[in-house]
């Protein structure tokens, strides 16, 4: 069998080589075919020259795609699964922090027949208040949404061809990989590890980031966050039916006193408030129904490298056409 390691990289310039090296050791360790998918998502800093070096140094397992621009770690994901040719395909961050001795492990679970092998990180050494966000959020979105989220499971899993397969052939522009992990099902099987720390680098996740990235997560799947502003609406006007009643009976037993200054302020800026959040929530689904009819790729790449199978050309460079189509 042959193994493809897909690998996101932006800006990862300070830590790629450490990677490619303990990569490969572990990779020789386990003795099966491989290839290394690097992909470039359009870093400003040495990661495209460092991909470049090692493809020179290790021509045949390696390859490389480099974006136009920074699409984002889902298109570069794709980008990868799309250019792996492997019978199994894992996914891992450049930082080291998914340990490559996990590797083994995958593969013999791999082998056991399931799909998906996914490793669960434990939150041990995360900031407490981040934990508890997390877990609150997971419990949220989980009664929204049709697929199972786990917390800690990310996109560090092994998939078989038939899984990398189902995943290709979902043509949605917003990808939000853990919901479609999820969503593809198969025969999936889940382990704990422990998170390593990042060697070198940084992260590229800010809190609002990390903010917009759970609400993608809540819509991303269905419309039902949309089904609260359908019984806060019927709610609401039953209350205000009632209350009208209210005041009118009061009115016709004790005359008008024209009070109610206050609620009425309340409750037209109450009401205004709800008004946005609802109009926010349905713009959320317009918009991307606005980027899904557009129709535009997930990424460009601008340089891409064909590594030398057997009796292939020698390596060149294609363009994103070809690159989308070798991998199709
Ligand atoms: N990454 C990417 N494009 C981006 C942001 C991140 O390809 O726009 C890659 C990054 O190089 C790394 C992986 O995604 O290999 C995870 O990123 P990071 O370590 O910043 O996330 P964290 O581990 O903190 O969740
Ligand atoms: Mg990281």
Redesign the pocket.
Known sequence: MKLSIV??????EAVLSRFDTTIRAALAGVAVEYELCY?D?GSADGTLAGLRSLAQQHRGTTRYLSFSR?F??EP?ILAGLRAATGDAVIIM???L?HPPELIEKMLDLYRLGHDQVVAKRCRHGDRRMRTALSRLYYRAVNTWVDVELTDGV?DFRLLSRKAVDALLSLPEYHRFSKGLFAWIGFDTVTFDYRNAA?EAG????RFGSLVNYGIDGMLSFNCRPLRPAIYTGLGLAALAAVYTLWIIGAALVGGITAPGYVTLVAIIVGLGGLQMVMLGLIGEYIGRIYYEAKRRPHFLVKEGHVPVPAAAPAPGHADAATAGHRAG
């Open positions: 690998v996101p990289c932006y800006n990862e992909v998502d920074n984002g770690k570069a961050d450049a930082d922090q990310g990042r940084e992260t590229k996740w």
